[in-house]
């Protein structure tokens, strides 16, 4: 499994053969009408629930069908591989069920809920090893321990088998549309390392050439834009972990060329970590989904699309495997974007009552304040405090820095992406 070979273009009879040999093991996930979305949009918005799969995730696909195709020696010989948590689930799953040892290496930032399922899938079939601060660390670490012990590496996402794997999807989806008399007009897609965008689009190609191919990736990891800007796979220098399962440094080399090779009938665009949270909550507290930060990335990339009114639409809900403990720094970060949170480093003069003015005569009614943290601790009556206010609408702001301007109290607004905001807030 190299991602050196020439490339040969995988076709939608390649990914049919795929679908027939995985289906003893995995049932088609449910296709939804999601009569919010298709309201707000205009168009027919339908969610391909791969969230539903039995490792919460659609890497199954992939990993399932890269293992079966395994000889018996290689299978002799163990299989390693290395995730930021969903392939993991799938490979682990695969383990178990095959009876085949098995070696996965995840990044540190990997969810402990993640971690927790791949142990349970797998049993006594897998070691868990957690190593690296990204996956391409992890996934470095992975590849050398297979070569020293001659084990075979199951690829995430740069290798053909995972991508034939993850492109039975789309003949999911094709078929699911038509047993209710309609055709695909455009599909949402979410990208990390690029292996489920690269299979859709090789069955779209050949069943449904006029379908337009989204793929939405996350500001803080965008190795697909990156990859398309230097027209070959770049590293990115660094990422943002938040969105784990597309936290990708460098999309893959096999994906990248099956997405350039279709480059005609792809757009591609990415969404803020801030916009993906608020998308989770818009899911959870309206459809009852449980999407992890990737799952929801081809919502999030829908609300900007310029769509024709009517259209029939799929966004790929690509993972469930989200942390409940993470929903604090959901909740945080979404608030953020929408423009509601906002801190401050404000400088109380050494007069007396001061506290009392800025709770009083700066905030507005509805303002509430979540975070107060004088900085100097040996003075808690005077000197500057972190204090972080939630606004009941984001229009009040201007209000807000107004007074505060007109005060003699000196308040410093922190925004995020700034070094004060990193030191200071991310911290509380």
Same mark, same amino acid.
């Given at each position: 499994?190299?991602? %050196?070979?020439?490339? +040969? /273009?995988?076709? #939608?009879? &390649?990914?049919?053969?795929? =679908?027939?040999? *995985?289906?003893? $093991?995995?049932?088609?996930?449910?296709?939804?009408?999601?009569?919010?979305?298709?309201?707000?949009?205009?168009?027919?918005?339908?969610?391909?629930?791969?969230?539903?799969?039995?490792?919460?995730?659609?890497?199954?696909?992939?990993?399932?069908?890269?293992?079966?195709?395994?000889?018996?020696?290689?299978?002799?010989?163990?299989?390693?591989?290395?995730?930021?948590?969903?392939?993991?689930?799938?490979?682990?799953?695969?383990?178990?069920?095959?009876?085949?040892?098995?070696?996965?290496?995840?990044?540190?930032?990997?969810?402990?809920?993640?971690?927790?399922?791949?142990?349970?899938?797998?049993?006594?079939?897998?070691?868990?090893?957690?190593t690296g601060a990204n996956f391409d660390e992890a996934?470095?670490?992975?590849?050398?321990?297979?070569?020293?012990?001659? %084990?075979?590496?199951? +690829? /995430?996402?740069? #290798?053909? &088998?995972?991508?034939?794997? =993850?492109?039975? *999807?789309?003949? $999911?989806?094709?078929?699911?549309?038509?047993?209710?008399?309609?055709?695909?007009?455009?599909?949402?897609?979410?990208?990390?390392?690029?292996?489920?965008?690269?299979?859709?689009?090789?069955?779209?190609?050949?069943?449904?050439?006029?379908?337009?191919?989204?793929?939405?990736?996350?500001?803080?990891?965008?190795?697909?834009?990156?990859?398309?800007?230097?027209?070959?796979?770049?590293?990115?220098?660094?990422?943002?972990?938040?969105?784990?399962?597309?936290?990708?440094?460098?999309?893959?080399?096999?994906?990248?060329?099956?997405?350039?090779?279709?480059?005609?009938?792809?757009?591609?665009?990415?969404?803020?970590?801030?916009?993906?949270?608020t998308e989770m909550l818009g899911l959870y507290q309206n459809e009852g989904i449980?999407?992890?930060?990737?799952?929801?990335? %081809?919502?999030?990339?829908?609300?900007?699309?310029?769509?024709?009114?009517?259209?029939?639409?799929?966004?790929?809900?690509?993972?469930?495997?989200?942390?409940?403990?993470?929903?604090?720094?959901?909740?945080?970060?979404?608030?953020?974007?929408?423009?509601?949170?906002?801190?401050?480093?404000?400088?109380?003069?050494?007069?007396?009552?001061?506290?009392?003015?800025?709770?009083?005569?700066?905030?507005?009614?509805?303002?509430?304040?979540?975070?107060?943290?004088?900085?100097?601790?040996?003075?808690?009556?005077?000197?500057?405090?972190?204090?972080?206010?939630?606004?009941?609408?984001?229009?009040?702001?201007?209000?807000?820095?107004?007074?505060?301007?007109?005060?003699?109290?000196?308040?410093?607004?922190?925004?995020?992406?700034?070094?004060?905001?990193?030191?200071?807030?991310?911290?509380?």
């Amino acid at each position: 499994m190299t991602n %050196s070979a020439v490339f +040969e /273009p995988i076709h #939608a009879s &390649d990914i049919s053969q795929a =679908q027939a040999r *995985i289906s003893s $093991e995995i049932a088609p996930t449910p296709l939804q009408y999601c009569p919010r979305l298709s309201q707000e949009t205009g168009c027919e918005v339908y969610l391909k629930r791969e969230d539903l799969q039995d490792v919460r995730s659609y890497k199954i696909r992939g990993a399932l069908f890269s293992i079966t195709n395994l000889t018996p020696e290689q299978r002799a010989h163990g299989i390693v591989t290395a995730s930021a948590g969903n392939h993991a689930q799938g490979v682990a799953y695969a383990c178990r069920t095959m009876g085949i040892q098995g070696k996965i290496y995840v990044p540190e930032p990997t969810p402990k809920q993640k971690r927790d399922r791949i142990v349970v899938h797998g049993g006594d079939m897998v070691e868990l090893v957690v190593t690296g601060a990204n996956f391409d660390e992890a996934a470095a670490a992975a590849h050398a321990d297979a070569a020293e012990r001659g %084990s075979i590496f199951i +690829e /995430p996402f740069d #290798a053909r &088998d995972t991508i034939t794997g =993850q492109g039975t *999807i789309a003949a $999911e989806v094709v078929s699911q549309l038509a047993s209710l008399g309609k055709s695909l007009d455009a599909i949402v897609v979410p990208v990390g390392g690029g292996g489920l965008l690269s299979g859709i689009t090789s069955y779209l190609a050949d069943m449904a050439p006029r379908t337009a191919i989204i793929g939405i990736e996350p500001a803080g990891a965008a190795s697909l834009t990156a990859a398309f800007a230097a027209n070959e796979p770049v590293t990115l220098e660094s990422v943002d972990p938040f969105v784990d399962g597309a936290a990708v440094k460098r999309i893959g080399d096999l994906p990248f060329q099956v997405l350039e090779a279709n480059q005609g009938r792809l757009h591609w665009s990415t969404v803020s970590e801030g916009a993906v949270c608020t998308e989770m909550l818009g899911l959870y507290q309206n459809e009852g989904i449980i999407a992890e930060p990737a799952g929801a990335l %081809s919502v999030t990339g829908l609300r900007d699309l310029k769509l024709t009114p009517d259209s029939v639409v799929v966004c790929v809900i690509s993972g469930g495997n989200n942390d409940v403990l993470r929903y604090n720094e959901v909740m945080e970060r979404s608030l953020v974007h929408r423009g509601l949170k906002h801190y401050f480093l404000v400088n109380f003069p050494q007069e007396p009552g001061q506290l009392r003015h800025f709770l009083t005569e700066i905030l507005g009614p509805d303002d509430d304040i979540t975070l107060f943290e004088y900085l100097k601790r040996n003075n808690r009556e005077t000197g500057a405090a972190l204090v972080g206010v939630e606004l009941g609408r984001a229009a009040d702001l201007d209000g807000l820095l107004e007074r505060m301007s007109n005060s003699k109290i000196s308040c410093q607004h922190l925004k995020p992406g700034t070094s004060e905001y990193d030191y200071l807030v991310a911290s509380h």
